[in-house]
Nanobody, 121 residues
């Protein structure tokens, strides 16, 4: 069974930082591709970043240089470090996992319940 549980969202001022965490079940963590996507109110979903089993990372252009995706194998946890946050980063952020090619905007069969990030100007 795939279980993904996000945490770490919250409210922050522009320029601030947050770190999102995603605790995964063993089966979920062993998926080839893990990533984050987000969806703001009234907006289309947007892929944010992915990391594959080989540690290769990919980012959306909108977050390159500001966000970092990483994994802790011992804790079976996926992270998203978000720095220099902007109001346009406000969204519900979802952790996701699946097999197959790890493109940033891919669709996933499994995702968590989401964690809200709100950035005020």
């Amino acid at each position: 069974q795939v279980q993904l549980v996000e945490s770490g969202g919250g409210s922050v001022q522009a320029g601030g930082s947050l770190r999102l965490s995603c605790a995964a079940s063993t089966y979920g963590y062993d998926m080839y591709c893990m990533g984050w996507f987000r969806q703001g109110t009234g907006k289309e979903r947007e892929g944010v970043a992915t990391i594959d089993r080989d540690g290769i990372t990919r980012y959306a252009d909108s977050v390159k240089g500001r966000f970092t995706i990483s994994k802790d194998n011992a804790k079976r946890t996926l992270y998203l470090q978000m720095n220099s946050l902007k109001p346009e980063d406000t969204a519900m952020y979802y952790c996701a996992a699946d097999n197959g090619y790890c493109s940033v905007n891919r669709r996933y069969n499994w995702r968590g319940q989401g964690t809200q990030v709100t950035v005020s100007s």
